[in-house]
Structures are given as C-alpha cells and as structure tokens.
C-alpha cells in the first residue's frame, strides 16, 4: 500500500496518519471502502499493531475513517468535507506557512501556479 521511512524522525504512527489521509483526499480510498485490518497491515509493514490501531483511532477522531465492530475500518464519506473546524483550522496553517514563504522571498506567484498544480491534481477543486 505505502512504505514507511524507518529512519524519519517523525512517529510511525503519524507518518501512517499522513499517508492515510493522502490517500483519502486524493480519492486512492473510496468513500465505504474497507481498509487493511489491524494485524494484516501491522504484518505487512511491520510494524506493532498497536502502532497501526493509533493511527487508525487518530484518523477516525479526525473524521477520516468509520469503524464497525466486528467488521473493520472504512473510509468516510464525508471525513474531510464538512469539518469545519478542521477546514477553519487548515486555512490558519496555511495563512502561517504562506507568511513565511512570503517573507522568506518565495514569490506570490510561485505560490499562486503551486496551487493551481494541486487544484489540478486534485480534479479542479470538486
């Protein structure tokens, strides 16, 4: 599915997180699709189980995935669309880090074509 960088400071269980969530915003995952069980992705990546159930609970507290007992992890329909206060959230990150490569002398420009790039990636902004 994904590999992990072992040697990447940042903990597995995010590095999980964030692919994850790749993976659902650039629609890979389907909305009701079912997701690898704990132990079948824990053996595959190898890593402890627990690890992938932080990350899976993290992804669910952030709306991205559903769980039914007994059944597994699915992902959301609606995780990361009508959040509001994650999207209200993302645009202060993203005003902080677009400040910064401003006043680092990144062009507005520059910074405008990145994001019509990933508009495009993304499917024009659906």
Do not use: C, W
């Not at 690890?51 to 991205?64: D, N, S």
């Not at 039914?68 to 959040?83: A, D, E, P, Y």
């Amino acid at each position: 599915m994904f590999e992990l960088d072992l040697r990447n400071r940042k903990p597995i269980y995010e590095q999980l997180v964030d692919k994850m969530k790749e993976l659902v915003i650039n629609e890979v995952l389907k909305p009701d699709e079912q997701l690898p069980s704990v132990r079948q992705l824990a053996q595959e990546l190898t890593v402890n189980p627990n690890t992938i159930q932080k990350a899976y609970r993290e992804l669910e507290v952030q709306g991205f995935i559903y769980s039914q007992k007994g059944k597994g992890s699915f992902v959301n329909q609606t995780g990361f669309n009508k959040n509001s206060e994650k999207i209200a959230s993302v645009k202060q990150d993203l005003e902080k880090l677009i400040s910064e490569a401003l006043y680092l002398g990144m062009p507005a420009d520059e910074i405008h074509a990145l994001i019509t790039k990933l508009d495009v990636l993304k499917g024009g902004g659906e």
